[in-house]
């Protein structure tokens, strides 16, 4: 245990965001540097309980009190071999978890957790920066050849442990860079880009074969990659996007957030000098109160918009734990994430319980504007409220409202058979992570649905371990999670 009283002594301090003013003006993430100290106390704070309920938290199942106590005790070198043993990418999670851990820490029960997941993030900046991150190449080669389709965060997990594992791995995406929506839709603002080619790096080191540009299902077959590779990993996400089939959703000026978001990231590559879809002056309207929504926020407001929206049709989320949400679960929150704090500043506006009844275009067929009305909550259907009926002036609006599952296009249709999909709508698969397809294994969102970067990390790892398993027989490759566990996000 790190210290025996840190919990009593030293309150949670997180990281300060960088004055709304100043961060607005680039696109560099939004937090200041936390000094070693200060983490040092965070780190102390942990109980070490006898149960650690944050291990059950986190889909990977870090071992969070170990690090937290190598933290306290500056032992960083061996906290970094503690942290990469449950997770290839902490880079990406420390940013960007929503950190479910840290809603099952026993001190959250009475008081405020334990700061995991910044802990977590200067572990592995921390190695980095030492020169720690070294390649890990396999001492064996087995020759069986193993494609992976989508490089995002599940697909670089599986990549990554294959290859490891001895394995030749060719990792396949139709984008031109890799990293999924790690690359292509999360703003730079939110994780510089530059996390992912440092550890692009390291793969590539150890022997994993990156091949963007190809749309599998499209450019090779199906059939020719099974041909060609022992297995398959489908790992392409959930990226079919919900509409919003009112009147006047055809009007230009109507977007969906993924249509919008990898323009913006594409300005940041420096492939284009200035977005096609761009906020600058225009009143925008973001529909969707989730984090895709936030991003769209925090985007509109760095491109120069004149007014941002945003609607949510849900009711406003409580500001504590609500009754029917206890611990250690993920409640729905109230969020003030730093897109949020950006639009406060600005004068915009978070609506909440309202609808969207239809865009208003001009004559020119651009839309100007979007009529909504207050609803009453889920439990009554989302009934309109008479007389609520209103319009707002929108130049600019972004659809972000979630996913409904991958996209049935030639890969799927070529390998979908009887049972290929399950009720949602995603690819089925069994304890191994196998596919009805005998050798084709999925991972992450893909078999998943809508989640989260840690959930597709963790994905990675066990369908690796059950793809090793299929080719030799057995496998060392560690198995994180249980099909059957419930998610807790
Ligand atoms: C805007 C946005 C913000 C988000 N923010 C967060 C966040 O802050 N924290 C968090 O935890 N989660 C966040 N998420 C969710 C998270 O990004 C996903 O759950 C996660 O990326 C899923 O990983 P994946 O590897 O399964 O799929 P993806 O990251 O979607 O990657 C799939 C890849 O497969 C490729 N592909 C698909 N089909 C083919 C094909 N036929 N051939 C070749 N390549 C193909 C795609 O081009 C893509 O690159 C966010 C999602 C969005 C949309
Ligand atoms: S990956 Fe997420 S849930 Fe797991 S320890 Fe890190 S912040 Fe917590």
Redesign the pocket.
Known sequence: MADPKGFLTHDRELPARRPVDVRIGDWREVYHDFSAEKLTKQAARCMDCGIPF?HN????G?L?PEWNDLVYRTDWREAIERLHAT?NF?EF??RL??????AACVLGINSDPVA??QV?VEIIDRAFDEGWVTPQPAAVRTGKRVAVVGSGPAGLAAAQQLTRAGHDVVVFERADRIGGLLRYGIPEFKMEKRHIERRLEQMRAEGTEFRTGVNVGVDITAAELRAEFDAVVLAGGATQWRDLPVAGRELKGVHQAMEYLPLANKVQEGDLDSSPISAEGKHVVVIGGGDTGADCIGTAIRQGAASVTQLEIMPMPSRTRPDGQPWPTYPTLFKMESAHEELADRGGQRVYAASTTAFVGDDEGNVRALRLVDVEGPQKGFQPIPGTEREIPADLVTLSMGFVGPEKGALLQDLAGDGFYDARGNVARDKAYMSKVDGVFVAGDMGRGQSLI?WAIAEGRAAASGVDRFLTGDTALPYPILPTARPLV
């Open positions: 944050c938290g986190c889909p990977l870090n969070i997770n902490p999670t420390g978890c929503p950190a479910p851990c840290e995991i997941k977590e840690v």
